[in-house]
């Protein structure tokens, strides 16, 4: 697993354990990043959505919402060590 997967893993968990979501703020303060790398982002958005509950969000989305994969991917185990 690489450092992108690992951050990835460790946001799609988080999303599971609060009921298949997880706020971007809550992301960035855990993370004690200020942004999220594009890499990361492209993961996510195959095991889920990013959508925005505010219109005048900077980031572009503020919320990640696992989809039925995300959920069955993390029922599986997530992403294998390698």
Request: aromatic share 10%.
């Amino acid at each position: 697993m690489n450092a992108q997967e690992k951050k990835a893993d460790r946001i799609i968990r988080m999303a599971y354990k609060n009921g298949g979501s997880v706020n971007l703020s809550i992301l960035k303060f855990l993370n004690n990043e200020d942004r999220i790398s594009p890499q990361v982002i492209q993961i996510l958005s195959v095991y889920g959505s990013m959508t925005s509950s505010q219109i005048d969000s900077n980031y572009g989305w503020d919320v990640f919402k696992l989809n039925e994969k995300g959920m069955n991917f993390v029922k599986n185990k997530m992403f294998r060590e390698e």
